[in-house]
């Protein structure tokens, strides 16, 4: 064999053997979120685990944002996979945005560290995520996001053109619905809500994880709708009122004493009567 032959097989196997301790390094990081959440996983832990010098993880990736995004990735590649398996496209899009609407909840309730970890990208700047994580990891993070983001818009698309759901651009609402449902599920996560019993005297209680991921489903679906549901509503309100004009004219109608009548016989006797004139 000669030596340019063998210098290939060794360049090969050493690109294998890269790409499977990025895929170890990934995995452990997803393996110490779950676990601990992002907080507590640290670059030395997940070295430890891995097996290896803390060091070669920063030869594989640019920083702890850039291996952040990575196993961000591998979250996004599992919930697509569950997106696409609900997914049933005779299904009206209501009832189909609704089933990914549960998957999507029920993903982020199991997976809390992969909502962490969504948002801890998303408090970022367009311009610090480019700053902070090389164009490569960048293209496969938005390849990531742009699969289930895709799902998500072609269904609304379909409600548009049914005209069940607002008619405003698709895609801003598939990441708008995106971004929401990871706000609203941070509830969840904190297990807090706050009430005021008095001013002056908050009232901190335990959120109900069934009513969080319920509310957090009515409201994708009803942003979907949007404008759709307070244009009818407003319509219904407005038929409501003119409903109810006749019927208060007409009552007034019959109720009001005529100005127009002719006076009665027994009048007209007895003016004829005063004035002399024969009856």
């Known amino acids: 064999m000669s030596s340019a032959l063998l210098a290939i097989g060794r360049r090969r196997t050493t690109a294998e053997r890269r790409r ?18 992002t907080i507590d996983a640290q ?17 594989h990736f640019a920083g702890k944002e850039e291996l952040f995004a990575l196993t961000l990735v591998d979250y996004l590649g599992e919930l697509d996979a569950r997106l696409e398996a ?10 189909r ?7 999507f909840v029920d993903f982020c309730l199991e997976y809390q560290a992969f909502a962490d970890c969504a948002m801890s990208l ?11 994580i090389t164009e490569p990891v960048m293209v496969k993070l938005g390849t990531a996001m742009g699969s289930a983001l895709g799902r998500i818009a072609t269904i609304l698309r379909a409600g548009q053109q049914a005209g069940v759901f607002d008619d405003v651009d698709a895609d801003y609402l598939a990441n708008h619905l995106y971004t929401q449902t990871l706000g609203s599920l941070h509830m969840a996560r904190m297990g807090l809500i706050v009430s005021a019993a008095q001013p002056g005297h908050p009232v901190v209680h335990q959120a109900d994880i069934a009513t969080v991921r319920e509310t957090a489903i009515t409201a994708t679906l009803a942003t979907a709708v949007g404008r759709q549901a307070l244009g ?15 019927k208060a004219t007409t009552r007034a109608t019959t109720t009001a004493p005529k100005t127009s009548a002719k006076p009665s016989t027994a009048s007209a006797g007895r003016t004829s009567s005063s004035t002399g004139e024969p009856k």
């Open 20 to 37: 499977d301790r990025e895929r170890d390094i990934i995995r452990c990081t997803r393996e110490l979120f779950d676990e601990r959440g």
């Open 43 to 59: 670059i030395d832990d997940i070295a430890k685990r891995v097996g290896i010098n803390k060091a070669l993880i920063y030869r």
């Open 86 to 95: 609900v997914d049933g496209p005779r299904r009206t899009p209501m009832n």
């Open 97 to 103: 945005l609704r089933a990914l609407s549960e998957v």
């Open 122 to 132: 998303l408090r970022r700047t367009g311009d610090e995520l480019f700053g902070e």
């Open 232 to 246: 009818a509503r407003t319509a219904s309100t407005r038929r409501a009122a003119d409903a109810k004009v006749p």
